[in-house]
């Protein structure tokens, strides 16, 4: 007989996963492959960014003093005698009375203390001299080394999804690998008799499998690779030796369906052949009866059959796990702030996420369900942009009352 299952809060439920989910362990991988991944180690800036005073303008680099009488009734001539281009700097020091001219990122003039952009000024003699009819301020124009990242500065923080604007911070400062997990090997296994193909014609009593294309697309989503997703018969033997493969290949295993109270259910029928793993009824809607555990160190979930379900908890405790097993600092999707535009209907002592469609009035989220939160309906899923969560302390709410919701997709503006 398969056991009884476990009593478990969300909160609780959570705990466990994120406990279990250890991230895996990490290694230098070249920048071209890390983006949307997770940095494991801090990036510490080597060296100052920009590694040294440059100008922000093409122009004249001057020194402010010799321009400070400058007006237009008196104007002020000054002989340019150097050129500083970008990689090509100018190697004497000016004096008192010398100007030069310079490209933007070349480094500033040893002398020089400002520039003057080529629209503020008037080339003279060709490029022999500039006209200068407006003073300029000392350090006008110049990017000063350091004031972008001072050496020794942690310029990137370990658990960052690196963007390519991160990876364009990392190569400025001379790294081409950065130190990242490995992509969580997945597998998902779906059972049930009922279901076909989707390209399959319907026959009484089968339903299309809408679940293993979905939640295949959910795990590539949140940085999975997939070892395998497959569909299985109501077989608990099969689904246990199945499971059991699955196990020695992925770091995480998925099975979808089969662990509610029927009499049928092959995956908790086969929690005793596979071991190391929990029946759990869990205090949330959708997606109470599940399955955990950590066989060999490999995380499993017994996730529910209906489509809401599936999302639910994939969002709720799946996703965040492979997050961590990446070595994510944020694990959960963005939360925003909303407000209801309608009542709505919860029970203390359970966590509720609903599917809710979000607009913008007056700057502000409103949220109103998507559609009938029945579990097997795949529609409001469809429509949602987020997951509204009821805390479980919470009861009715009401239409204007504030709320925090699990943020799928923006809404349009």
């Known amino acids: 007989m398969s056991p009884r299952p476990r009593e478990l809060t969300y909160a609780e439920a959570r705990e466990r996963v994120l406990a279990a989910a250890v991230p895996l362990p990490a290694a230098h991988e070249p920048?071209?492959?890390?983006?949307?991944?997770?940095?494991?180690?801090?990036?510490?800036?080597?060296?100052?960014l920009p590694p040294f005073d440059n100008s922000a303008m093409d122009g004249w680099a001057v020194i402010a003093a010799d321009l400070a009488s400058a007006s237009p009734n008196a104007p002020v001539r000054v002989p340019v005698t150097g050129v500083a281009a970008a990689g090509r700097p100018l190697e004497r020091v000016l004096a008192r009375g010398e100007a030069a001219l310079v490209m933007t990122g070349a480094p500033i003039p040893a002398g020089t203390d400002a520039v003057v952009p080529f629209e503020d000024g008037s080339r003279e003699d060709g490029d022999a001299a500039a006209r200068f009819t407006l003073p300029v301020r000392a350090g006008a124009n110049i990017r000063r080394a350091g004031e972008d990242v001072t050496a020794g500065e942690v310029a990137l923080a370990a658990g960052r999804e690196l963007s390519a604007h991160d990876l364009a911070l990392a190569a400025s400062l001379g790294f081409a690998e950065v130190e990242l997990s490995p992509a969580p090997?997945?597998?998902?296994?779906?059972?049930?008799?009922?279901?076909l193909d989707p390209g399959e014609p319907l026959r009484p009593g089968a339903i299309r499998d809408s679940n293993l294309?979905?939640?295949?697309?959910?795990?590539?989503?949140?940085g999975g690779v997939l070892t395998l997703a497959e569909r299985l018969p109501d077989d608990a033997a099969r689904v246990a030796e199945r499971v059991r493969e699955a196990v020695e290949v992925s770091d995480v295993v998925l099975t979808i369906g089969g662990?509610?109270?029927?009499?049928?259910?092959?995956?908790?029928?086969?929690?005793?052949?596979?071991?190391?793993?929990e029946l759990w009824r869990v205090a949330m809607r959708p997606g109470r009866p599940q399955a955990f555990g950590a066989p060999h160190g490999?995380?499993?979930f017994g996730l529910p059959g209906n489509p809401a379900s599936v999302a639910c908890v994939f969002e709720a405790l799946v996703r965040p796990a492979l997050r961590k097993l990446q070595g994510h600092a944020a694990l959960d999707r963005p939360r925003v702030p909303v407000r209801l535009a309608s009542d709505l209907e919860s029970r203390a002592g359970r966590t509720d996420f609903v599917r809710c469609a979000l607009e913008w009035r007056l700057g502000a989220l409103w949220a109103l369900p998507a559609g009938a939160q029945v579990s097997g309906h795949l529609t409001p899923q469809s429509r949602a942009h987020a997951l509204l969560v009821v805390p479980e302390d919470a009861g009715r709410l009401q239409r204007g009352d504030e709320a925090e919701a699990l943020l799928l997709r923006m809404p349009e503006a």
């Open 185 to 195: 090997r997945v597998a998902v296994l779906s059972t049930g008799d009922e279901l």
């Open 259 to 277: 662990v509610s109270a029927g009499d049928f259910d092959p995956v908790k029928q086969a929690l005793d052949a596979i071991g190391e793993i």
């Open 31 to 48: 920048i071209a492959r890390a983006l949307g991944r997770a940095l494991r180690r801090d990036l510490v800036a080597p060296h100052a």
């Open 213 to 222: 294309p979905m939640l295949a697309m959910l795990v590539t989503q949140a």
């Open 298 to 300: 490999r995380l499993f």
